[in-house]
């Protein structure tokens, strides 16, 4: 039987031409990876570079080998080159021919590899949701997903509608631009899978906000509901404030109970009543946020789920409120979403996925919305306040308010300052020294993490009550309420202070020249290069000004780097024991300061003294760190039960 040589060279057990598809004997199916690598093998591309830059040996035994992988490459080769032949245009296919007579086989170029590759789309698979992504994807990409627990194709495109625009910023090293490349290639296969990415997945952006979010949402009565049907089935339509319409009969231009005298505010309808009335918050960014939170809430209750407008509402539809407070509709419920993203609820879901609040939450909501309908009557937008009539939720008062169990004991604090000063002193370590540096903000100046956030340095200063041989440090913050106050500064602390600012090269102590140095106590080292954090912190970052309104790390950055090193020290720290450990892992940013507050007291400072420091507005409140009493109380109560059976026997 004579023997031919195949458009790659090889020899077949033939001697006919082979231009059909029929004589190909290797399977079809292959995938993009497959072709990225094809490509890769045409550009001179070494087999075994290919075999490790989108193979992973322990899935495609064709990668094993850098023999085996070229042979699997040239199979491919072969098969796409006679799909060509059989399926291309006659200029390409007598190109092909002409270079293989030529040269025994095919000399492709890019564009001819093109040419090949689009008239072999026979040769491709489609992707399926069951498909491994080792599959599709290059191995590193595909180990970082899976390391998220992501396995499929399906599971990657449910994992990104769930997560939203963001879905990627938990992956380790898939940044923005991989993520918009694994988006674009899931919506060219959406047929073929039969699965949808999300509209504000990857969305484009302007200005850092989402084009999604440029459009408003109009909301509409849910009638299903009120016929008692669907409740379960059908999709409600939500939006938060910012981005809401209401049509024009529920949008209380003519609510049953608008005031009919001179109103002193510009509102045609409820949702500029809503807005004039937030609008007193806009310096107050907590309180602003919790009571635009609550408003939205009630707003969307009343228009989707009651069918009224807000200046329409009466004392029953405030109690059905209430009542909804307790057990809110599951379509109001939901994972945490940015605000711009159109799977964002009113309500977050608990770990049980239901968002059943707490009688405290409740009663909180209820007398906001009784202040907000308070403000509208005195302004003249409404005529009366339902809410008056309207009870608050129980509630149990608690012996305790604050959870300040989270306080680390004087041992472990000792043995995390001496782990945090041995790791801060390894070279490079510019994280643990500003780790550090907030710690001991916190833990040795009772500060919150608010404070700790906007501490600057022109408000540290010597105090003039310390002395040569005992200086004494103090700092000047506006807390909780606005109020400013005034609190000591360890020696421990200014030295943590000037390590860290050393980090980001600048000067921590005053000269005559310069003067007091500024700029936030606390700031990033490494900024990351997001859209946010380029906003934030490198715009301008040229001008002198700028430069002097230096940004630091927002509250929640700051406790998130906290949160982020405690868990390394967990994991990789030799000086804690289990029970040390155990405490570790659940402390957060706040609890530093309550650590504050148990070791001082503990160390018998008057607890006005601490009151001061932690600005606290009651000493009753600063009299929860006296653990003492407590205890005392305990085993005195521990010795009458005793003594009760000691008589009993």
């Known amino acids: 039987m004579a023997e031919r040589r195949t458009p790659s060279g090889k020899t077949t057990a033939s001697g006919q031409a082979s231009t059909g598809v029929a004589d190909v004997a290797f399977p079809r199916g292959f995938t993009t990876k497959d072709f990225t690598a094809l490509r890769a093998y045409v550009q001179r591309i070494p087999p075994a570079i290919i075999a490790r830059t989108y193979y992973d040996p322990d899935e495609d035994p064709h990668a094993a080998t850098p023999s085996a992988m070229e042979r699997y490459l040239n199979a491919m080769l072969d098969t796409l080159v006679q799909l060509a032949l059989a399926h291309g245009s006659t200029a390409l296919a007598e190109h092909l021919r002409a270079s293989i007579k030529q040269h025994g086989q095919p000399k492709l170029t890019a564009v001819t590899f093109r040419m090949v590759t689009e008239a072999a789309q026979l040769a491709a698979a489609a992707p399926h949701p069951d498909h491994a992504i080792g599959a599709w994807l290059r191995p590193r990409i595909a180990r970082r997903l899976k390391?998220?627990?992501?396995?499929?194709?399906g599971e990657l495109v449910a994992f990104c509608n769930r997560r939203g625009p963001s879905w990627w910023r938990s992956i380790p090293?898939?940044?923005?631009?991989?993520a918009r490349a694994i988006v674009s290639w899931l919506r060219k296969q959406q047929a073929a899978l039969q699965l949808t990415v999300d509209i504000d997945v990857d969305s484009a952006e302007h200005d850092g906000v989402p084009l999604v979010a440029d459009e408003r949402v109009?909301?509409?009565p849910d009638f299903a509901s009120e016929q008692g049907q669907g409740r379960q089935r059908s999709r409600l339509t939500l939006a938060p404030l910012e981005r809401l319409a209401v049509p024009h009969a529920l949008s209380g231009a003519k609510g049953e109970n608008r005031s009919t005298a001179f109103c002193y505010i510009q509102a045609n309808h409820d949702l500029d009543a809503v807005c004039a009335y937030l609008n007193r918050f806009r310096d107050q960014p907590k309180t602003l946020r919790a009571y635009t939170k609550e408003l939205e809430r009630f707003l969307l209750w009343a228009v989707v789920l009651r069918g009224k407008a807000l200046s329409d509402l009466r004392v029953d539809d405030c109690e059905a409120y209430k009542d909804f407070l307790k057990n809110p509709?599951?379509?109001f419920v939901g994972e945490r979403f940015a605000r711009h993203s159109p799977r964002w609820r009113p309500f977050a879901a608990g770990a049980d996925g239901s968002a059943s609040l707490s009688a405290d939450s409740q009663r909180y909501a209820?007398?906001?919305?009784?202040?907000a309908f308070t403000w509208w009557v005195d302004v003249r937008y409404l005529a009366g306040n339902p809410w008056k009539a309207v009870n608050d939720p129980v509630v149990v008062k608690r012996e305790n308010v604050m959870k300040i169990e989270r306080a680390l004991?004087?041992?472990l604090w000792r043995k995390l300052r001496d782990e945090l000063d041995a790791r801060s002193a390894e070279e490079g370590a510019t994280q643990w020294r500003a780790v550090r540096a907030a710690i001991l903000l916190m833990g040795d100046s009772g500060l919150r993490r608010e404070e700790a956030a906007i501490a600057r340095r022109e408000n540290l200063r010597p105090s003039f009550y310390g002395t040569l041989d005992r200086p004494v440090w103090e700092l000047t913050i506006v807390g909780k309420r606005q109020q400013e106050?005034?609190?000591p500064v360890s020696l421990a602390t200014l030295d943590a202070l000037r390590a860290h600012w050393a980090d980001r090269r600048k000067a921590f102590d005053a000269n005559e020249a310069a003067g007091t140095p500024q700029g936030p106590l606390v700031a990033p080292v490494i900024i990351p290069w997001t859209d946010a954090s380029r906003r934030r912190h490198r715009e301008g970052?040229?001008?002198e000004m700028a430069r002097l309104n230096e940004a630091g790390y927002t509250a929640d950055g700051l406790n998130r780097l906290i949160g982020r090193m405690l868990t390394e020290l967990v994991e990789t720290a030799d000086a804690f024991d289990l029970d040390d450990r155990m405490r570790l892992g659940h402390a957060n940013a706040h609890a530093f300061r309550h650590t504050f507050g148990t070791c001082s007291v503990a160390d018998e400072v008057p607890v006005d003294v601490v009151q001061k420091v932690l600005g606290h507005a009651s000493l009753q409140t600063t009299t929860i760190y006296v653990q003492a009493e407590k205890q005392r109380v305990l085993e005195e109560v521990a010795s009458y039960y005793a003594r009760r059976v000691g008589e009993a026997n």
Do not use: K, Q, Y
């Open 147 to 153: 390391g998220e627990g992501i396995a499929t194709l």
């Open 173 to 178: 090293r898939i940044g923005r631009g991989r």
């Open 218 to 220: 109009e909301v509409v």
């Open 329 to 331: 509709d599951p379509r």
């Open 366 to 371: 209820v007398r906001a919305l009784r202040a």
């Open 409 to 411: 004991p004087a041992a």
């Open 485 to 487: 106050r005034t609190v």
């Open 541 to 543: 970052a040229s001008n």
